[in-house]
T-cell receptor
Framework: ETGVTQSPTHLIKTRGQQVTLRCSSQ?????VSWYQQALGQGPQFIFQYYREEENGRGNFPPRFSGLQFPNYSSELNVNALELDDSALYLC???????????????FGQGTRLTVV | AQRVTQPEKLLSVFKGAPVELKCNYS??????LFWYVQYSRQRLQLLLR??SRESIKGFTADLNKGETSFHLKKPFAQEEDSAMYYCALLNAGGTSYGKLTFGQGTILTVHP
């Protein structure tokens, strides 16, 4: 059984650029959630993907978008980067079953994005 | 809107002392609450969830719906308990289904 892996681990981008972050979910999981964690804050929910569709979204602008692939891996895309987008981006996978009951969410180690 | 509040950013105790990390929440439905822990240089991991009603590493947490609290307790703290602790609430409906709302976290330091 493999855990949740994210790539890259660190990234530096310039304001206005676009970035793609990647996440491989844990074996057997079908749901991926993305979180943004600013320094000194708890993680903030960006969105969740289930069966390749967005299944819930937090209070983030449309320039934050995502994809889920048939193998349940996922990408987070951020367009028109702003300085405030600098944060740790966490991916979490879980298994969403019948009656919309979810198992424990397992987190990746995160991608540290710095926007300069 | 759902919210999780952890009033203490920092908490220091001595080894063997009792520890309580506070968590209060606001949620209109039936809450499902969790405690996550992040040890130094490790990823965020689940410590316990209220529906399991189990004790993990000596920690317990009881959901008090009247006080809207889910405090984490351990009778005798150990140095290896030093970590960042997050309380989190699961949204089980609406447009943000599956969303975990986290508190700001409490850094627990257990001194020898």
């Amino acid at each position: 059984e493999t855990g949740v892996t994210q790539s890259p681990t660190h990234l530096i981008k310039t304001r206005g650029q676009q970035v793609t972050l990647r996440c491989s979910s844990q074996s057997g999981h079908n749901t991926v959630s993305w979180y943004q964690q600013a320094l000194g804050q708890g993680p903030q929910f960006i969105f969740q993907y289930y069966r390749e569709e967005e299944n819930g979204r937090g209070n983030f602008p449309p320039r934050f978008s995502g994809l889920q692939f048939p193998n349940y891996s996922s990408e987070l895309n951020v367009n028109a980067l702003e300085l405030d987008d600098s944060a740790l981006y966490l991916c979490a996978s879980s298994l969403l079953g019948r009656l919309r009951k979810s198992t424990e969410a397992f987190f990746g180690q995160g991608t540290r994005l710095t926007v300069v | 809107a759902q919210r999780v509040t952890q009033p203490e950013k920092l908490l220091s105790v001595f080894k063997g002392a009792p520890v309580e990390l506070k968590c209060n929440y606001s949620y209109s439905g039936s809450p499902e609450l969790f405690w996550y822990v992040q040890y130094s240089r490790q990823r965020l991991q689940l410590l316990l969830r209220h529906i399991s009603r189990e004790s993990i590493k000596g920690f317990t947490a009881d959901l008090n719906k009247g006080e809207t609290s889910f405090h984490l307790k351990k009778p005798f703290a150990q140095e290896e308990d030093s970590a960042m602790y997050y309380c989190a609430l699961l949204n089980a409906g609406g447009t943000s289904y599956g969303k975990l709302t986290f508190g700001q976290g409490t850094i627990l330091t257990v001194h020898p």
